[in-house]
T-cell receptor
Framework: AQKITQTQPGMFVQEKEAVTLDCTYD???????LFWYKQPSSGEMIFLIY??????QNATEGRYSLNFQKARKSANLVISASQLGDSAMYFC?????????????FGSGTKLNVKP | DAMVIQNPRYQVTQFGKPVTLSCSQT?????MYWYQQKSSQAPKLLFH???????NEADTPDNFQSRRPNTSFCFLDIRSPGLGDAAMYLC??????????FGPGTRLTVL
């Protein structure tokens, strides 16, 4: 089974609107971490936001927030007030467990296009 | 600023000619990773070092080797590049249960 599933290969959003990028995960571990990365066309993977499995509050970083629904195993990224510079690939990732915690699993990504 | 640095940013090599990509970090993280990423795909983990312990993914071709002479540096050696090895190569680091941070990547072209 896929560890991380991103079901939206591509999305469009109008500038200044909010957008939600979906991510579901699969793990039987109680301790895990969830991450979102942005990858512009230049290729660099930029860390955006982190949510720990024991964190009770949803993580927020500026215009980014992570909608963490543990029972549903979902960790959706919400970008508020989209900007043209938000156009990029977005990857959801998970680091699971305490053992072998060095391994990160990535989803297939969502390509976001922000329209002026 | 603490960071992950990759050199060169762009590398062109010929079919079968060995090539080495380098990565350095000023974060003092104990784990370093090498990923291969092809267009519009997720990064694929090739191997990682936990301190000096080398961990190879089962499906990483023998053509790919790595060295980590010290905490700060890690190298990816491709012994005989094929056309299928053309990709973006990403180096990343992490510490403990922390976030993984990436370098800017090296885009490899094989002629």
């Amino acid at each position: 089974a896929q560890k991380i599933t991103q079901t939206q290969p591509g999305m469009f959003v109008q500038e200044k609107e909010a957008v939600t990028l979906d991510c579901t995960y699969d793990t039987s571990d109680q301790s895990y971490g969830l991450f979102w990365y942005k990858q512009p066309s230049s290729g660099e993977m930029i860390f955006l936001i982190y949510q720990g499995s024991y964190d009770e509050q949803n993580a927020t970083e500026g215009r980014y927030s992570l909608n963490f629904q543990k029972a549903r195993k979902s960790a959706n990224l919400v970008i508020s007030a989209s900007q043209l510079g938000d156009s990029a690939m977005y990857f959801c990732a998970m680091r699971e467990g305490v053992y072998n915690f060095n391994k990160f699993y990535f989803g297939s990504g969502t390509k976001l296009n922000v329209k002026p | 600023d603490a960071m992950v640095i990759q050199n060169p940013r762009y590398q062109v090599t010929q079919f079968g000619k060995p090539v080495t990509l380098s990565c350095s970090q000023t974060l003092n993280h104990n784990v370093m990773y090498w990923y291969q990423q092809k267009s519009s795909q997720a990064p694929k983990l090739l191997f990682h070092y936990y301190d000096k312990d080398f961990n190879n993914e089962a499906d990483t071709p023998d053509n790919f080797q790595s060295r980590r002479p010290n905490t700060s540096f890690c190298f990816l050696d491709i012994r005989s590049p094929g056309l299928g090895d053309a990709a973006m190569y990403l180096c990343a680091t992490s510490q403990g249960l922390g976030t993984q941070y990436f370098g800017p990547g090296t885009r490899l072209t094989v002629l």
